[in-house]
């Protein structure tokens, strides 16, 4: 079954699971909407008059508006797969109370208006969380092989739903709610499984709703984007006219439907019927044509498809305004929006730069889109009650808005191509955007231009964006970029060709596998043994694995180990666990040539990382003890890679080694969850280890999970101020990858006020210091006390720092962080926009504290304007000293030891005497320093060394 998946859709080794939770989660929810949207209708249309569909169209716009508003506040606040399952319990809930109103036959009141607008929303809702969900489920790299598959189960359950609608003929249209509880309640099992299954660890740029139906409308200001941008505004009209356009059709399609089919079962089978034709037109639409048309007419002319057969259906119900015409509109309208144009559309939304790309897409698919609706309804109400126009003469009403559509559409493709350009030349399109298509003829015209140049950043971001694009045009350049100087270039090129059937290159790219670059080399191996069958392949390892060069050996081992998961005759012919002891007695060897020892230790600890295979895992844990740390780097990365819990100790005792710490911590992160309660424990029992500590922190601030973030917050009490600042980075970092984790705001606001307390004493401190600096002493006296004053002085300035990452896990993040940057601005203006800011965003019981802090922390400041902004109280120069001394850790401490040394403190000889065997040197040395002054000079009081 998996090797059927690898072969058809390209799903790999770990894979398979996830994607067919999603592929099934999918299914089921567009299948229920499939089934409910011929159920409302035909419910309405019983009850009511088509004259009062209408007025559903402008509740629909006003409703989706305020619950999707309400829900994604709500949404902030709670973890993902919770949210799902209340919500999923929630729509149950409300099926299950609809159904028993229908099966007691109430249809009264605005129990049916309520039902029509519940079937709208609950289509945005559900599909919307579904992709938000596939975004967390994979990474950026699977969903851009993956989401094909995925969104396969949405045409899937889109045609068997609506012919499902079609059992109203046989169990009556109100128990097809009963059916959909069944499926629905399906969910309830899946989400679980695919929230386990979830990707490791997803950046806070990855995680953002999916295609239909964004919910957040974060930040910027929506219509200035649209008067900055021409482009942005055509954009947001051509989707705004769409929409309308659509609701009046509908309008349409359903009155007539209504005039020729009275019978409410027969109309539920109908609308079922036609809704599942449609996708399964639409489909092969997509699959046969789309591709072809992007590829040689481009973005442009493929608008012109939807309101072209609009406007010949809309002509056609006008002169006969019967079912047939009917029918013919909704083909036009339904076969065309979910292929062509909706390929369009995703186009002309790519070259949007990906700072604003969310609020615009937000922008367009809620309020515009809820706009449009309104609009519709309110132009129905006028047009047929007002001014009494049949259900044919709409048509004079969609013929001129389809028009403006065209106009739009047309003025668009020059604008698209500039702003295209103008990405590529300032990087502004997102390389993992999931559902990029670059297929279009005009955009590959301007790629090309790229490519033929000699800028090598803007070839390579091209090839980035072109990596999942076959087009013949593109062939030439990529064939005369295998012999570019950049080794990343050729690598991207090789690539790119391994996707296209013909022209076979293997001559040419057999060059290639003595190439420089170790992963050229291995890609060019793997390429070889794509173009090659049976026989040939295994020839070909063979002469690779036996090649005088040790180079091409480690690159034919790499393509061998890569493989052997999809290819059973590898596995066999080649036993990996021969190969690799090979290898290392290879090794061993090669003593003469260190260079080539290494060479061939590095590249068989990354091939190691390839395959999960447990008789290789002794290998791995040899390269994990080895001498060389590169080679250790490297067996750390693919430890990590296996999640194999038995190479964890191994792990967590390179944390404490300065040159592969930071690939153990790597490493260690890929295990997630699976690690979780160990590397907690650790960080408890880390005691007087404080590298340790410190790294433990750095690791779980890359596991997006609860139990992470409640360890982490234990964390903030820690008595060492390094660690608690650890701590606090890590969980900024959870705070803005994983916004789906909770942050309590109790302890938070303990620590907060905590901090400003901290800030408060070593500001009385500093400024009862630069009082006494202006008196006379010494020379080193005087140096002394500069020196502890700017020591204190970045103390408060770590303060501040802590004090807004605090704020950072309560508040949003960007937010805090940007009024940061304002607050220590040497900017005046930006200093008093981010008091503002704060002052309008904080609760009172921060606001009391922080604001006289944030005004009084400013170069500008005289020292006596910020004392008593601040209402400090100056301290004697002895307490101060004693505070630090015996309060203080690190650095700070050390400058208060010295000048306790020079300020001759003998009261403090006791406290400087314990701290000649502090863990600080810099303490230690500063405290030795002191003694010998207060014992060589004499001191103010009582010294006993």
């Known amino acids: 079954m998996t090797t059927l998946l690898h072969k058809l859709f390209d799903i790999r080794e770990g894979e398979a699971p996830r994607a067919l939770l999603m592929f099934g989660y999918v299914f089921l929810v567009i299948c229920c909407l499939l089934m409910l949207k011929p159920v409302r209708n035909s419910l309405f249309l019983e009850k009511y008059s088509v004259k009062d569909i209408p007025y559903v169209y402008i509740l629909v716009a006003v409703s989706a508006a305020a619950v999707t508003t309400f829900y994604a506040r709500f949404a902030r606040k709670a973890r993902l797969d919770r949210l799902i399952k209340i919500s999923l319990l929630f729509i149950l809930s409300n099926l299950l109370i609809f159904w028993l109103l229908l099966r007691f036959d109430y249809k009264g009141g605005w129990f049916l208006f309520i039902f029509f607008v519940w079937v709208a929303i609950f289509g945005v809702i559900a599909v919307s969380q579904f992709w938000t969900l596939a975004n967390f489920v994979f990474d950026a790299r699977e969903a851009k092989r993956l989401f094909g598959f995925v969104g396969a189960g949405a045409i899937s359950g889109g045609i068997v739903g609506g012919y499902a609608a079609r059992v109203a003929l046989v169990i009556g249209t ?3 709610l009963l059916i959909c509880i069944a499926l629905l309640s399906l969910c309830l099992l899946i989400v679980p499984a695919a929230w386990k299954r979830r990707a490791r660890e997803v950046q806070a740029e990855q ?45 349409q399609y359903i009155a007539i439907a209504k005039a020729e089919i009275p019978d409410k079962d027969e109309l539920t089978a109908f609308f079922g019927f036609w809704l599942s034709t449609l996708s399964i037109i639409s489909l092969l639409i997509q699959l046969l044509f789309t591709r072809r048309i992007l590829g040689s007419l481009g973005v442009g002319p493929s608008l012109f498809f939807l309101p072209l057969g609009i406007l010949l259906g809309a002509l056609a119900i006008w002169l ?10 909704k083909v036009s309208d339904g076969s065309f929006k979910q292929s062509i144009n909706k390929a369009g559309i995703e186009l002309l939304m790519l070259p949007i730069p990906s700072a604003i790309k969310p609020q615009a897409k937000a922008f367009i698919d809620v309020l515009v889109d809820s706009t449009a609706t309104g609009v519709g309804g309110l132009l129905l109400i006028l047009f047929t009650g007002v001014w009494g126009f049949s259900v044919g003469n709409i048509s004079l009403v969609i013929v001129p808005l389809v028009l403006a559509w065209l106009y739009l559409a047309l003025r668009v493709r020059k604008q698209y191509l500039e702003a295209f350009r103008t990405a590529i030349e300032k990087r502004t399109i997102d390389l993992e955007e999931q559902f990029t298509n670059l297929q279009d003829a005009s955009l590959v015209e301007t790629a090309l231009k790229v490519l033929e140049g000699k800028n090598e950043r803007q070839i390579l971001y091209v090839l980035n964006l072109l990596e999942s694009v076959r087009h013949e045009r593109l062939l030439p350049c990529l064939q005369e970029l295998l012999r570019h100087s950049s080794g990343e270039i050729r690598l991207q090129a090789l690539k790119m060709l391994a996707r296209y059937d013909s022209p076979d290159m293997s001559e040419e790219i057999y060059s290639l596998v003595g190439d420089e670059q170790p992963e050229v080399r291995a890609e060019a191996i793997a390429y070889l043994f794509q173009k090659s069958g049976g026989e040939k392949k295994a020839r070909l390892l063979r002469e690779f694995l036996n090649h005088p060069d040790y180079r091409v050996q480690a690159a034919a081992l790499t393509c061998a180990t890569r493989c052997s998961a999809e290819e059973e005759w590898i596995r066999t012919s080649f036993p990996l666990k021969d190969l690799v002891e090979n290898t290392l007695l290879q090794a061993g060897q090669a ?6 020892k290494k060479f061939i230790k590095i590249n068989l600890a990354r091939a190691l990382g390839t395959v999960k295979r447990p008789e290789l895992y002794p290998f791995l844990h040899l390269l994990l003890k080895d001498a060389d740390p590169e080679v250790v780097q490297n067996a750390a990365l693919s430890a990590g890679k296996t999640r194999e819990k038995a190479f964890a100790p191994a792990l967590l005792a390179l944390l404490e080694r300065r040159e592969t710490r930071k690939y153990a911590r790597q490493a260690l992160a890929e295990y997630g969850e699976d690690i979780l309660e160990e590397l907690i424990a650790r960080l408890q029992e880390s005691g007087d280890s404080q590298s340790l500590a410190r790294e433990l922190s750095r690791v779980l601030g890359r596991i997006g999970e609860q139990k992470t973030v409640d360890s982490l917050l234990a964390q903030l009490n820690h008595p060492h101020p390094r660690l608690r600042f650890q701590a606090l980075k890590a969980l900024n970092r959870l705070r803005n990858n994983f916004p789906m984790l909770k942050f309590n705001e109790k302890p938070l606001e303990q620590e907060i006020l905590k901090e400003i307390r901290r800030y408060l004493d070593g500001a009385a401190i500093l400024h009862s210091c630069k009082q006494v600096q202006g008196q006379n002493g010494s020379p080193p006296e005087g140096a002394a006390r500069l020196l502890l004053a700017r020591a204190l002085e970045e103390k408060l300035d770590d303060s501040l720092e802590r004090i807004f990452r605090l704020l950072g896990l309560i508040y949003p993040p960007r937010d805090l962080y940007n009024a940061y940057l304002g607050i220590v601005s040497a900017r005046q203006d930006a200093r008093a926009n981010a008091l503002e800011f704060l002052d309008n965003l904080l609760a009172p019981r921060y606001k009391k504290d922080l604001i006289p802090i944030v005004e009084a922390h400013s170069p500008q400041n005289s020292p006596g304007s910020a004392r008593n902004r601040l209402d400090l109280h100056l301290l004697p120069e002895q307490e101060c000293l004693h505070r630090l001394i015996t309060g203080e850790v690190g650095w700070l401490k050390a400058c208060a030891v010295y000048l306790a040394g020079t300020a001759k403190a003998g009261h403090l000889a006791a406290e400087i005497l314990t701290l000649t065997s502090d863990r600080e040197q810099a303490v230690r040395e500063a405290a030795e320093y002191a003694l010998r002054q207060l014992e060589k000079n004499g001191s103010d009081g009582e010294f006993h060394p």
């Open 591 to 596: 003593e003469g040539n260190p260079t080539e």
């Open 207 to 251: 995680i953002r709703p999916g295609r239909p139906g964004q919910l957040r409308l974060r930040g910027g200001n929506p219509f200035r984007m649209l008067r900055e941008s021409p482009y942005l505004a055509i954009l947001a009209g051509i989707v705004g006219v769409s929409v309308i356009v659509a609701n009046l059709l509908d309008y």
């Open 320 to 329: 006969y305004p019967v079912l047939w015409a009917a029918i013919l509109i």
């Open 174 to 176: 109100e128990n097809i």
